[in-house]
Nanobody
Framework: QVQLVESGGGLVQAGGSLGLSCAAS????????MGWFRQAPGKEREFVAA?????????LYADSVKGRFTISRDNAENTAYLQMNSLQPEDTAVYYC????????????????WGQGTQVIVSS
């Protein structure tokens, strides 16, 4: 079992940057593939990025964030990160981190541990 707590959300102007963190409890963080998802009001939860549990740091990104967002992790710190650059108003959403054992997936239902979310608002 792992518990996830996101932080780092806030209000930023278009073109700005924000960094999100996802702190995980437990001693098995390195075993988990980590994902970031987001959900805007009235919309379905949307995949953002994911990073494999260990070995090579393979990543997967949604087309909408590729080249602007970077996912990373520090297994020694039990933390996953999402660095968001060149933010646009359409990036406004609640951002969630999630964890699963196994390969990278972009489907939210493949992840079975979730944080409570952190709000990101991008003003135009």
């Amino acid at each position: 079992q792992v518990q996830l707590v996101e932080s780092g959300g806030g209000l930023v102007q278009a073109g700005g940057s924000l960094g999100l963190s996802c702190a995980a409890s437990g001693r098995t963080f390195s075993s988990y593939t980590m994902g970031w998802f987001r959900q805007a009001p009235g919309k379905e939860r949307e995949f953002v990025a994911a990073i494999i549990s260990r070995g090579g740091g393979n990543t997967l990104y949604a087309d909408s964030v590729k080249g602007r967002f970077t996912i990373s992790r520090d297994n020694a710190e039990n933390t996953a990160y999402l660095q968001m650059n060149s933010l646009q108003p359409e990036d406004t959403a609640v951002y969630y981190c999630a964890a699963r054992i196994g390969q990278l997936f972009s489907y939210y239902y493949k992840y079975y541990h979730w944080g409570q979310g952190t709000q990101v608002i991008v003003s135009s």
